[in-house]
């Protein structure tokens, strides 16, 4: 089947007859200022330069030349042939700690960005990195949360993540066990994809240590990568809660001070074969990134479309062909060629 990209383009072959009446006007008005200082038959002779039928030839070359032009802009298809694309990529569940302390600085500063804010703004980062992989979103505290299921919806992934707020965590602690368990079970059953979870927290005050490690062992041995991400600084600072006030111990009556176990962090990370950065790490995000590129891709999903034939190129090459004979046929007659005998006569005796 033959068919046009922008087929009201094709209206312009109609200058190809308009150009080839002005040109029979051209000749006529010619021939008639000619008919003025004689007869044509007379008048030939003294004009042995000019040829009678190059013009038409090089104005039938130009036609022809125009209307390939044309028809070339106007996109031709032929015909139409399914072509399957295929995505490759990974899934990531991302693990985000929304216990109290992550409403703490993320720096030995009080008045610091607090963790939480620089969480969002790494996992933001990380997200738009993400190319054709699946992403999905858990928030833990004293228990474990689905936000949203393995997705390749980012918008929305990232909307989720902006919306996560400790303050609204009712039951507070860091059940880690929990969320590892959760993030192993949000995966898709198909086993040939890599899957990892990134899990975002300061590791302090976990309530069971073997627990966690267990889980970070069972994900590793199911193929799941686990990377962690530390928060906070390794000097204690206090957790803000509203108006300037801190939380404070009950038992003691002080502000409760909280600090980035970076050891325990990083050994959560070595039991889930992957990798610990710190995100006030300049480099973070690039050794994130680095990691999950580690994890085999395979086929996520893949889709047919229609895809047509182009002819355009074939068009413009049949046009260029005609314009470069076009220029080398001059509208004259070729005087050296007259001198030139191709057949020598022989003589007579």
Excluded: C
């Excluded at 996992?123 to 858990?138: A, F, Q, S, T, Y």
């Excluded at 936000?147 to 990232?158: E, G, Q, R």
């Excluded at 962090?265 to 990798?275: D, L, N, Q, R, V």
């Amino acid at each position: 089947m033959f068919s046009f990209a922008y087929p009201k383009l094709l209206l312009l072959l109609l200058l190809v007859p308009a150009f080839i009446v002005l040109y029979a006007w051209a000749r006529y008005a010619r021939r008639k200022n000619l008919n003025k200082f004689g007869q044509l038959r007379v008048l030939t002779p003294l004009m042995p330069e000019v040829s009678p039928y190059k013009p038409p030839i090089k104005l039938t070359l130009e036609m022809m030349a125009l209307a390939l032009l044309v028809i070339a802009f106007a996109r031709p298809w032929g015909g139409v042939k399914d072509e399957k694309t295929v995505k490759e990529g990974i899934e990531v569940v991302i693990a985000v700690d929304a216990s109290n302390s992550m409403l703490a600085s993320s720096t030995a500063d009080e008045k610091g960005i607090d963790r939480m804010r620089t969480a969002k703004l790494i996992l933001e980062k990380l997200i738009n990195r993400l190319d054709n992989d699946r992403v999905g979103l858990i928030v833990y505290a004293g228990d474990a949360y689905t936000l949203i299921p393995v997705t390749s919806d980012y918008v929305s992934a990232k909307m989720f993540l902006n919306s996560i707020d400790p303050s609204s965590i009712d039951n507070q602690g860091t059940n880690i066990t929990a969320a590892i368990d959760m993030a192993a079970k949000s995966f898709s059953e198909d086993k040939k994809i890599g899957k990892a979870i990134i899990l975002i927290t300061d590791a302090e005050d976990l309530e069971d240590t073997q627990s966690v490690m267990d889980a970070a062992k069972t994900a590793a041995r199911n193929g799941i990568q686990l990377d962690v991400v530390g928060l906070g600084s390794t000097t204690p600072v206090p957790i803000p809660v509203r108006n300037g006030a801190y939380l404070i111990d009950p038992e003691t009556g002080e502000p409760v001070r909280t600090a980035l176990n970076e050891d325990l962090a990083t050994e959560i990370s070595s039991a889930g074969k992957g990798i610990y950065v710190n995100a006030s790490n300049n480099d973070a995000l690039n050794e994130l990134d680095k990691q999950l590129d580690t994890v085999k891709k395979s086929a996520l999903e893949s889709s047919f479309s229609a895809i047509h034939d182009e002819l355009f190129a074939i068009f413009v090459w049949f046009a260029l062909a005609l314009i470069v004979v076009d220029i080398f046929v001059l509208d004259r007659k070729i005087g050296w060629l007259d001198k030139i005998t191709f057949f020598k006569k022989e003589d007579k005796k």
